[in-house]
């Protein structure tokens, strides 16, 4: 398995918008697509959930959606506490799989 | 509080054998799944396998069937990643996470066990 395609990097200044790009096949990129953040020597946390659904407590300036065999990030009003690496992840075939990761500067 | 707390660093030798731990609480452990990931130095995050407690069901991915054994203990809420021979590619952090109860996220993570490999 190959896992999904994430641009390395992405940057942006305080208060824009960055977009963060997920592509795998049909297969991979179904309706089961989860989006993590992490923060250096820390563990992962859950920023969205099927696709577009976000967790309680996960700012609503974090957003995604998907598009064919492409899944997308976007983290609007960029803040200092979002620089971090985020990952793409799907569910499929009782399995899943994670994007190669992004890692989001904030300028 | 709902939480995964996971076992202490190891440093190994090649060909040895080793067991690492997560031991959730807060929860009804038996009724979530419990997912092993592995980052490597530097590394993006590899999907391992997924175990449910109740039952021992168990699913590796293609890349991990064979490399590693996931099991569980659910008398004592703890779930379990070994190697029969380590080597120094095992070297690594591995995180142990909850699936949630109402969708395929994995919503409650441990704070990872670093694995160190080296003669």
């Known amino acids: 398995q190959s896992a999904l395609t994430q641009p390395r990097s992405v940057s942006g200044s305080p208060g824009q918008s960055v977009t963060i790009s997920c592509t795998g096949t049909s297969t991979d990129v179904g309706n089961y697509v989860s989006w993590y953040q992490q923060h250096p020597g820390k563990a992962p946390k859950l920023m969205i959930y099927?696709?577009?659904k976000r967790p309680s407590g996960v700012p609503d300036r974090f957003s995604a959606s998907k598009s064919d065999n492409t899944a997308s990030l976007t983290i609007s009003g960029l803040q200092a506490e979002d620089e971090a690496d985020y990952y793409c992840?799907?569910?499929?075939?009782?399995?899943?799989?994670f994007g190669g990761g992004t890692k989001v500067t904030v300028l | 509080e709902v939480q995964l707390v996971q076992s202490g660093a190891e440093v190994k030798k090649p060909g040895e054998s080793l067991r690492i731990s997560c031991r959730g609480s807060g929860y009804s452990f038996t009724t979530y799944w419990i997912g092993w990931v592995r980052q490597m130095p530097g590394k993006g995050l590899e999907w391992m396998g997924i175990i449910y407690p109740s039952d021992s069901d168990t699913r590796y991915s293609p890349s991990f069937q064979g490399q590693v054994t996931v099991s569980v203990d659910k008398s004592i809420s703890t779930a379990y990643l070994q190697w029969s021979s380590l080597r120094a590619s095992d070297t690594a952090t591995y995180y142990c996470?909850?699936?949630?109860?109402?969708?395929?996220?994995?919503?409650?993570w441990g704070q990872g066990t670093t694995v160190t490999v080296s003669s």
């Open positions: 099927d696709v577009t």
């Open positions: 996470a909850r699936r949630a109860s109402d969708h395929k996220g994995m919503d409650i």
């Open positions: 992840c799907s569910y499929a075939n009782r399995s899943r799989l």
